[in-house]
């Protein structure tokens, strides 16, 4: 199967930056049948719900709460995604889950997430 692995969370002051990473690896007939690929996250009390996601051809698409904040980007090559994180918001602080689909929306994958801390 495809296993994703987060990095690039931790504690940062408001207004500050972070940049997740999420790199796919395992089959890779499976790795090369990814499409999209995207961040998720879940508020407290919250159901999961998508932060920003990028096709295989470089669309993509924002949650309202994110754009001209956040950057989605990917690496073909590397079969990596990136989420840089600009003006963070206390109310951003959450678990950010990468996932990867084989058609360009939805999910089939994901990884276990990583943290994202913003102090007031």
């Known amino acids: 199967q495809v296993q994703l692995v987060e990095s690039g969370g931790g504690l940062v002051q408001a207004g500050g930056s972070l940049r997740l990473s999420c790199a796919a690896s395992g089959r890779i007939d499976k790795i090369d049948r990814i499409n999209a690929m995207g961040w998720w996250t879940q508020f407290p009390g919250k159901r999961r719900e998508l932060v920003a996601a990028?096709?295989?051809?470089?669309?993509?698409n924002y949650a309202d709460f994110v754009k001209g904040r956040f950057t989605i980007s990917r690496d073909n090559a590397k079969n990596t995604v990136y989420l840089q994180m600009n003006s963070l918001k206390p109310e951003d602080t959450a678990v950010y889950y990468c996932t990867a689909a084989e058609l360009p929306y939805g999910v089939d994958y994901w990884g276990l997430g990583t943290q994202v801390t913003v102090s007031s």
């Open positions: 990028i096709t295989r051809d470089g669309r993509t």
